[in-house]
Structure formats: structure tokens, C-alpha cells
């Protein structure tokens, strides 16, 4: 894909995870990702927390919201986002807790390749990948 890839996330650990795993991006405190965002500066990918980008200013998330990719990771229920923030053609979201398969896909993703293509209604992009429901205590049927 190219161009710069910020991280920005009120959780520490997830910027620190995120910047392991992507070393060719700026890792930003919300702080810092505001100020550039204020001075005009813009990524060609971003990762946020979604009570970070809830709380920018209306003409920043505007911006924020046309980039080529936004990873929105949130602890927050996805019914609890307005569908007009989250189902941009460039937004994904990342529920917390993650597991590994879904850092990877959304690693992927960021980097420029696609979601899982499983078809899907439409909707926000998830950047989780499908895994089989576990049997939660259930024993397999013989």
C-alpha cells in the first residue's frame, strides 16, 4: 500500500503490540496523533481506539474517516457505534480482546490486502477471521 501508518490507542499495550508488529509506523500518544491531525498532516493508514475517535472533533473525525484505512479496535459493543462512523468503504474494526488470528488479519489489512472475502451482509468490516465455535465443555457427538 505505502504511505505512513500511525498507531495511536489509549491503551499503551496495544500501541506497544501494534508497533512491534508494524515497525515501519509512528506510534502516537492521542496527543500527538490530535496535533498532527491539526496541523493537516494525515496517515494512509491509521489504527485507533474507538473512544478516541468518537471524541475528536467533528471536521477531524470527518478526516480521519476519509483515510484509506482506519482500524478502529474497541472494547465497546459494535451496535454501540453509529453505522455512519463505522461502515465507511476504508473503516475496519478490531474487537478487544483480540487473539492472535485477528492482530494477523488485521495487520494484513492494514498493509494493504484484503479481509477474509467470505461473503458477508453488508455492514462495518471486520477484520476478525471466522473460526470455528468451540464446544465450550460440550462433548463431540459420536
Partial sequence: MGGPIWISDR???IRQVFGELLPE???LAPDELDALL???KRP?????DGTQL??????LRAAVLALPRLLV???MMLAAFPMTIISGPGVAVLAKPFCVEDLEAAI???RGGEPDPS???PGPTLVQRRRPRSLRGRLPAS
Fill in 11 to 13: 491503551e499503551p499495550g
Fill in 25 to 27: 509506523a509512528s506510534v
Fill in 38 to 40: 491539526s496541523l493537516g
Fill in 44 to 48: 494512509t493508514a491509521l489504527v485507533i
Fill in 54 to 59: 468518537l471524541e475528536l472533533p467533528g471536521e
Fill in 73 to 75: 479496535c474497541t472494547g
Fill in 108 to 110: 494484513e489489512w492494514l
Fill in 119 to 121: 461473503p458477508m451482509p
